[in-house]
């Protein structure tokens, strides 16, 4: 519980803190801590600790009602980041599967560009890679990749989740046109990685010693 507070802390401020003004999916800096969230705290602490921090953030610096819908995706790519991280990939393949499934059988899908989500298609792809080589990740020495991996995956299913509440369930409709749309699917392709990136590196960084200082005073299934 003291780690969960001491995160949801931390994710607050992150959340609260203004973003670029180009920002398509994350308005504030909680994509920096999100996938640490659920790497340290496990998916189910990861995803509390989140949760507690945008419902919060979000409070804190007003970004409109529906944005607390949206927000969702913060605290379910840390889960999904934990779940990575601690090997429980089959339900991380369910959840990638059934949402991308919903958005190629949604009609206004095939009007966007298909790699206005390249990110997404290529994190899908790694975790499909993961799954197949699960067996040589399995060592500590490979521990730094497996976070990355996490990292990555996770983000990238905070931002299918996103996807998922505009394009399948057409919330889109409600804000603008599906021209406008389709600019900002070409404007995400580019931006999204970027942040994601910046995100993976301070997961790098950060990660390993985290968990290292952690161990020492609490035990890996109590994490």
């Known amino acids: 519980m003291a780690l969960i507070s001491v995160f949801a802390a931390l994710n607050v401020i992150c959340d609260s803190i203004v973003g670029l003004p180009q920002d398509i999916v994350w308005y504030g800096w909680i994509f920096v801590i999100e996938p640490l969230n659920g790497i340290i705290l496990g998916p189910w602490g990861g995803f509390l600790s989140t949760l507690i921090g945008v419902m919060v953030g979000h409070s804190v610096y007003f970004r409109g009602e529906f944005e607390y819908i949206f927000s969702i995706g913060a605290p379910l790519g840390a889960t999904i980041s934990g779940l990575v991280y601690h090997r429980r990939l089959k339900l991380v393949f369910a959840y990638f599967a059934a949402l991308l499934t919903a958005y190629f059988l949604t009609s206004v899908a095939w009007s966007l560009p298909f790699w206005g989500m390249w990110d997404t298609l290529l994190a899908f792809a790694v975790l499909c890679a993961t799954i197949i080589f699960s067996k040589k990740l399995s060592s500590m020495r490979q521990e730094l990749y497996v976070m990355l991996i996490a990292a990555f995956v996770g983000l990238e299913a905070d931002i299918l989740f996103r996807i998922f509440i505009l394009v399948p369930c057409q919330t889109y409709q409600l804000f603008f046109t ?46």
């Open 178 to 223: 599906a021209e406008t749309l389709q600019a900002i699917w070409s404007v995400a392709a580019f931006i999204t990685p970027i942040q994601a990136a910046v995100s993976m590196v301070v997961t790098a960084l950060i990660g390993p010693r985290a968990l290292q200082l952690i161990r020492h005073n609490v035990e890996p299934e109590e994490v």
